[in-house]
């Protein structure tokens, strides 16, 4: 995300919430239709999936049920971000998570 929209987004006021959020198979869409994030069974393990975000790698593996909930929990994060920073200490475990995980997955 480029500065621009950063600053469009936090001066926006706008908060997403699930409800604007649908399910097309296992892919999560806003109701506008835009791709935020997909569900993808793991390549050994059946019954077990990853996230995927556009731009970032994919997650640990974790039950549909689970990978689902983790899809809207750091797709939420990531749209209601706020244009100030947190501190490690006020960072929520899952925003932490989603802008780890681009890191890690740059360096495989």
């Not at 200490?89 to 932490?96: I, L, Q, T």
């Amino acid at each position: 995300m480029d500065a621009l929209t950063a600053k469009r987004r936090s001066n926006s006021g706008r908060i997403y919430g699930r409800h604007e959020l649908k399910w097309d198979s296992l892919k999560l869409r806003l109701k506008s239709g835009r791709l935020l994030a997909t569900v993808e069974p793991d390549a050994k393990l059946p019954k077990m999936y990853r996230v995927r975000l556009p731009g970032a790698g994919l997650t640990d593996m974790v039950n549909l049920t689970w990978a689902k909930d983790a899809a809207i929990s750091l797709v939420l994060g990531d749209l209601n971000k706020q244009g100030q920073q947190e501190t490690a200490g006020e960072a929520s475990p899952m925003r932490y998570f989603a802008e780890v995980i681009p890191r890690i997955a740059s360096r495989l």
